[in-house]
């Protein structure tokens, strides 16, 4: 018990992700999006005025979607949009007992004016390069009070790994043409809780959804996304056609 006490206490003062060096915390990246929901939260990112993307094995019954917010479990914080959401689209390949095709558009029920806290974010056009750097975030929960809504947005930079170094880190996975994998360390499996479904936005383009890590993405370790260039062609068709 003291043990955990001290874990905990480290834990809060040296903050999730203090492994990586390049850790930023700061304001809200304008396209990133909090889905509240009545079981666990996601990260999502606004790719249109009416449409977000997140990841597919993210379940969000009750959905709040929430925009602008740094701490969410700041319910007094000001400049943030919430709205509600008309429908959710999955992949329509994917599956729970998969990690491909780990995709999910929401069609919001209000249209979200830009402003200088909420912007749709660029999506790629080329696949992207190995070694690219990328920032991916998400926010982070007290480790001493994990009951409560996440209260740390964290942002860390990282760059893409080739699949082969992907493999040697998650030789259970098969990984896909349509997936990229960001990180340094394979699944350090140290003490931390974040929000599933963070993104990768490389240059200021969105490449990846989180659809899987061993370990905290947050911390630098690799995470396998599903690679947004791949699924383009059924971005756009669900768009168009909703």
Not at 66 to 91: F, Q, R, S, W
Not at 108 to 136: A, F, H
Not at 214 to 232: Q, T
């Amino acid at each position: 018990m003291v043990k955990l006490a001290c874990l905990c206490i480290l834990s809060t003062l040296l903050g999730t992700s203090a492994y990586n060096p390049d850790h930023i915390a700061g304001a809200t990246p304008p396209y990133l999006v909090y889905l509240k929901s009545d079981y666990l939260p996601c990260t999502g990112v606004l790719i249109h005025p009416l449409w977000v993307i997140t990841a597919a094995h993210c379940n969000l019954p009750h959905l709040q979607v929430i925009l602008g917010v740094t701490n969410p479990a700041d319910a007094t914080e000001k400049n943030v949009t919430v709205t509600g959401y008309e429908k959710m689209i999955h992949h329509p390949y994917f599956s729970i007992s998969s990690i491909s095709y780990d995709l999910m558009l929401i069609k919001l029920k209000t249209l979200i004016e830009p402003r200088n806290y909420i912007k749709t974010v660029k999506l790629p056009q080329y696949v992207i390069p190995e070694n690219t750097m990328c920032s991916v975030s998400t926010w982070a929960y007290n480790l001493c009070d994990t009951t409560k809504d996440p209260d740390s947005l964290q942002t860390v930079n990282i760059s893409v790994i080739t699949n082969a170094e992907c493999h040697n880190a998650y030789k259970a996975y098969d990984i896909k043409e349509n997936m990229i994998c960001v990180g340094i360390v394979p699944g350090r499996r140290l003490p931390c809780k974040e929000v599933s479904a963070a993104p990768a936005v490389c240059n200021g383009v969105l490449y990846g959804i989180l659809s899987y890590a061993d370990g905290c993405v947050l911390r630098a370790d690799v995470g396998i996304y599903a690679s947004i260039f791949h699924y383009m062609p059924w971005i756009e068709d669900t768009i168009k056609n909703n």
